[in-house]
């Protein structure tokens, strides 16, 4: 197998378009067009369907894209290891996490980290499907439940509960309710039970809604509820951790909250000397007691 060709090859799959390829590689489309061609010629088989809107692989081409794709993550894997065989932090880390968690706790504190790591480049993935790290589809992940698989680094980071919240114009206007009976009078904003979440958010979900609620939106991540709320929509159900953040959210059903939610950060074991792993770590860590400080205080 031609190296060359393989590398070219896997931009083009990745891309789906010789043009976009090409740039990607600096070298130009009709260059790339021939080494695609050389390719399928000395493996005697057709890699893409070539149709007006790009290119898709053929069955023969996924085969070969899954063994190049397994051979890049390796390759980018000793790079990486390499690199953080120094003592500088620098380079991409590739970071997972929920869209809540990342969007409304993480990504607002990330300017110390750069402040402190200027050259550092993160790349930021928020989704609710678990990204598989073993495989390295990103380095390190804040999941709220513990990582299933053997060969990760785990830390337990803190336990979040769901709990209820509005804002104080919300409750001037529609009264501050007592009893989750009086949710007949308000609306409530959460995310649809079968949404992708954690199950203790989805088990309170769907117990405050036996109750006789008067008015519901749903929406499918809690950046979504939060703004609801903030706009004076209803009562919201979210993530305690939002709360220091946001002080205009108040606490409605004080004694009304979901079960124990663990939040862990986890890591592959072949990146366990990683100086930017490391730093990331520390940085969250670090975060988290100032969190837990200006919460009690």
Not at 120 to 142: C, F, G, N
Not at 144 to 164: F, G, T, W, Y
Not at 225 to 242: E, R, S
């Amino acid at each position: 197998m031609d190296w060359d060709k393989l590398r070219i090859f896997h931009a083009v799959a990745d891309a789906g378009s010789l043009t976009h390829a090409g740039d990607a590689l600096h070298l130009s489309q009709s260059a790339v067009s021939r080494q695609i061609r050389a390719l399928e010629e000395s493996l005697n088989a057709t890699l893409f369907h070539r149709h007006a809107r790009g290119l898709i692989l053929t069955e023969q081409g996924e085969l070969l894209f899954d063994a190049s794709r397994s051979i890049n993550q390796r390759i980018e894997a000793a790079v990486a290891r390499i690199r953080d065989s120094k003592e500088e932090v620098f380079g991409e880390l590739r970071v997972t996490t929920t869209t809540a968690f990342g969007s409304l706790w993480l990504a607002p504190r990330l300017p110390k980290l750069y402040e402190k790591y200027p050259d550092l480049k993160i790349d930021l993935m928020l989704e609710e499907h678990v990204l598989d790290l073993p495989m390295r589809e990103a380095d390190v992940a804040i999941r709220m439940k513990e990582p299933s698989q053997a060969d990760l680094i785990r830390k337990r980071l803190m336990d979040v509960h769901m709990r209820l919240y509005a804002t104080p114009a919300y409750l001037e206007k529609n009264g501050t309710p007592e009893t989750l009976d009086d949710l007949s009078e308000h609306r409530l904003i959460c995310q649809n039970t079968s949404s992708a979440q954690v199950r203790a958010g989805a088990d309170l979900a769907r117990d405050l809604l036996t109750h006789d609620v008067k008015s519901l939106l749903t929406v499918n991540n809690y950046f979504g509820v939060l703004q609801a709320v903030l706009h004076n929509l209803g009562i919201g159900m979210l993530p305690d951790y939002v709360t220091q953040d946001i002080p205009q959210l108040q606490r409605v059903f004080p004694s009304v909250e979901s079960k124990k939610i663990p939040v862990f950060l986890a890591y592959p074991e072949e990146l366990r000397s990683s100086k930017r792993i490391e730093a990331f770590r520390d940085f969250v860590v670090e975060e988290l007691v100032e969190h837990r400080k200006n919460r009690q205080g």
